[in-house]
């Protein structure tokens, strides 16, 4: 895999950019302690608009340097990897794209917070899968990790972004009996980006599951309904 000699620069820069009392703060955050859905994930403490910023001035990064920062412990160094290869994957002609979408299914057990998965999933497997089969998001779907099954169904957004809704609502009926809380939000805030765009699939969909989907869900996916039926739905329907 083709690097540079700009990943130890970038490293180093990551360092100079690094704030304790900031990293402190956003570990609290990103909930890292033991038990907590992040547990063990490690930051420096580098804010994103300047991470954004960093990734802008390295402009030359490829897949293969992104690949390898990707492997950090450092969060922020993650989160720089993934607006690498978002880059590589917009910019790219076909060969390259598929290269950095099978990097990036490669590496999920580094992807491995909501956020990262945010920030690149709709970029990169969604982009990747628009005109292709959507096999590969019902396979995530149905994944032990809980960031794969994340994913899956906020990559729609990509699709969603586009006025095709079919995935996201399939997916979100096989995620009605997920236990983990951060899919119930990732769930419901795509349902609710569909119920935007159009409110009649996303009101079929609520008519169907309202009295058994996950509470959180619910309230996420409602959350732009007029307080009357936003109620109503609450109540059952």
Same mark, same amino acid.
Request: with cysteine.
């Given at each position: 895999?083709?690097?540079?000699?700009?990943?130890?620069?970038?490293? +180093?820069?990551?360092?100079?950019?690094?704030?304790? &009392?900031?990293?402190?703060?956003?570990?609290?955050?990103?909930?890292?302690?033991?038990?907590?859905?992040?547990?063990?994930?490690?930051?420096?403490?580098?804010?994103?608009?300047?991470?954004?910023?960093? +990734?802008?001035?390295?402009?030359?990064?490829?897949?293969?340097?992104? +690949?390898?920062? $990707?492997?950090?412990?450092?969060?922020?160094?993650?989160?720089?990897?993934?607006?690498?290869?978002?880059?590589?994957?917009?910019?790219?002609?076909?060969?390259?794209?598929?290269?950095?979408?099978? $990097?990036?299914?490669?590496?999920?057990?580094?992807?491995?917070?909501?956020?990262?998965?945010?920030?690149?999933?709709?970029?990169?497997?969604?982009?990747? $899968?628009?005109?292709?089969?959507?096999?590969?998001?019902?396979?995530?779907?149905?994944?032990?990790?809980?960031?794969?099954?994340?994913?899956?169904?906020?990559?729609?957004?990509?699709?969603?972004?586009?006025?095709?809704?079919?995935?996201?609502?399939?997916?979100?009926?096989?995620?009605?009996?997920?236990?983990?809380?951060?899919?119930?939000?990732?769930?419901?805030?795509?349902?609710?980006?569909?119920?935007?765009?159009?409110?009649?699939?996303?009101? &079929?969909? $609520?008519?169907?599951?309202?009295?058994?989907?996950?509470?959180?869900?619910?309230?996420?996916?409602?959350?732009?309904?007029?307080?009357?039926?936003?109620?109503?739905?609450?109540?059952?329907?």
């Amino acid at each position: 895999m083709k690097t540079t000699p700009l990943l130890p620069e970038i490293q +180093a820069r990551l360092q100079l950019l690094a704030d304790p &009392a900031t990293a402190l703060g956003l570990q609290r955050f990103f909930k890292t302690g033991p038990g907590q859905y992040g547990a063990g994930d490690v930051f420096i403490g580098i804010k994103v608009p300047t991470i954004r910023k960093l +990734a802008a001035e390295f402009s030359g990064v490829g897949p293969g340097d992104a +690949a390898q920062l $990707l492997r950090s412990p450092h969060h922020e160094a993650r989160i720089l990897a993934l607006l690498f290869l978002m880059r590589a994957f917009e910019r790219g002609a076909a060969a390259e794209r598929q290269q950095v979408y099978d $990097l990036y299914l490669a590496a999920t057990s580094h992807i491995n917070n909501w956020d990262l998965v945010d920030i690149s999933a709709p970029h990169v497997v969604g982009a990747h $899968l628009a005109d292709k089969a959507r096999a590969p998001l019902y396979r995530l779907a149905q994944s032990d990790s809980l960031w794969e099954r994340r994913i899956a169904i906020v990559a729609t957004f990509h699709f969603i972004r586009r006025g095709d809704f079919g995935d996201t609502l399939a997916i979100a009926e096989h995620l009605l009996a997920d236990r983990e809380d951060l899919i119930h939000k990732a769930t419901g805030w795509m349902l609710r980006e569909v119920g935007k765009r159009d409110p009649a699939p996303l009101e &079929a969909f $609520l008519k169907r599951h309202c009295r058994t989907m996950p509470r959180t869900m619910l309230r996420y996916a409602i959350e732009r309904f007029p307080t009357e039926k936003r109620q109503a739905y609450l109540r059952g329907g």
